[in-house]
């Protein structure tokens, strides 16, 4: 059986999403803003759930639960791991004033590198893409859910 390419494809998806989310932030100044992640959530999930779907929809029969779960965690993984590389990149040449300008929305008192940041950036999207990918998988699961028989019981006084 061929591998499935739906978690490359996905991920480069989600990711040029990200990217692009970003630069339109950036172009009207509200990158920095923390506000503005939660749509980094909704371009992440909205990924995540049709890579799921059509991961699903690819294997029909023989999709299985382990196997949907890491189509999820590899789609989300590679939209990460892209749109990471892509922020080191930003943060580092492209605009090196935005690390000093996200930093002065946060009180700090420890010296925060670009280090730091990347790396949080890249957990971040981990841990979103664990959550959302057990999320939808409970939706894409087959259920174990058994048919009761309805008897009619009386119920004694």
Do not use: C
Not at 111 to 116: K, L, P, Q
Not at 143 to 156: E, G, T
């Amino acid at each position: 059986m061929k591998k499935s390419t739906i978690p490359v494809k996905y991920g480069v998806l989600i990711a040029i999403g990200l990217i692009a989310y970003f630069l339109l932030l950036s172009l009207v100044g509200a990158q920095t803003n923390p506000a503005f992640s939660l749509g980094n959530g909704f371009i992440v999930a909205y990924g995540l759930y049709r890579a799921m779907r059509d991961y699903k929809l690819e294997k029909g029969s023989q999709f299985e639960y382990q196997k949907g779960f890491m189509a999820g965690l590899f789609t989300g993984f590679n939209a990460t791991l892209i749109f990471t590389i892509f922020f080191a990149i930003y943060v580092t040449n492209i605009n090196t004033s935005f690390l000093p300008e996200m930093l002065a929305n946060w009180s700090s008192h420890y010296h925060v590198g670009v280090g730091i940041v990347v790396f949080v950036a890249a957990i971040m999207g981990f841990a979103t893409t664990f959550v959302l990918t057990l999320s939808f998988m409970q939706l894409f699961k087959e259920s174990w859910n058994i048919k009761k028989k309805h008897h009619s019981h009386p119920i004694k006084a």
